[in-house]
C-alpha cells in the first residue's frame, strides 16, 4: 500500500515535470534573480527558489514521511529509509535521475536484501544515496 502510494506521488510529480519542461540538465536556468537593472540593490533583490521541482518533491516526501511512513509500526531495512534516502536524491541530483534512483531502490526494498547489503552498528542494511548513482 505505502509502495503503491509513493509510487504514484513520484510518477504524478515526473509528469508534471515533462507538463512544465523542468528535466532541463542544465539548473542555471531555473536559478535566477528578479530585479530592476535601474535601481539594483543588494536589499531589494528577490531570490526565487533554485529548482521548485526539487522543492515540490521534497514536500510530497515531508507529506509522505508524516502521515504514512509509520502507520504499520514498520521500520524501513534500510540505512537511510527509503524515504530518506528519495529526499536526499532529489536534495543532490536532477529530478529524472532521483526519480529513477527512488524506484530502483523501493524495487531493492524486500526481506531478500540482506542477502547483499551489509550491516551498519544499528543492525539495518547500509546503501547511502551516493553509491547509486546512475549516471
Known amino acids: 500500500m ?5 509510487i504514484i506521488l513520484l510518477s504524478l510529480i515526473s509528469i508534471s ?3 512544465t519542461g523542468l528535466f532541463a540538465a542544465d539548473s542555471s536556468r531555473v536559478s535566477t ?3 530592476d537593472d535601474r535601481h539594483v540593490n543588494q536589499k531589494e533583490l528577490i531570490e526565487l527558489p533554485t529548482n521548485p521541482v526539487k522543492m515540490l518533491a521534497g514536500l510530497v516526501i ?3 514521511q508524516f502521515f504514512f511512513s509509520h502507520q504499520d509500526n514498520q521500520e524501513c531495512q534500510f540505512d537511510p529509509s527509503c524515504s ?5 536524491a532529489f536534495e543532490q541530483y536532477d529530478p529524472l ?5 527512488t524506484s530502483d531502490r523501493l524495487i ?3 526481506p531478500f536484501a540482506y542477502r547483499y547489503y551489509p550491516l551498519n552498528s544499528r ?3 547500509r546503501d547511502p544515496v551516493e553509491e547509486n548513482t546512475i549516471w
Not at 505505502?2 to 509513493?6: C, D, Q, S, V, Y
Not at 530518506?84 to 536526499?88: G, M, P, T, V
Open 17 to 19: 515535470y515533462y507538463a
Open 123 to 125: 543492525g539495518s542494511l
Open 84 to 88: 530518506e534516502f528519495a529526499k536526499q
Open 62 to 64: 515531508d507529506l509522505y
Open 108 to 110: 531493492r526494498c524486500n
Open 2 to 6: 505505502k509502495l503503491n502510494l509513493l
Open 33 to 35: 534573480k528578479v530585479a
Open 97 to 101: 535521475q532521483a526519480i529513477l534512483m
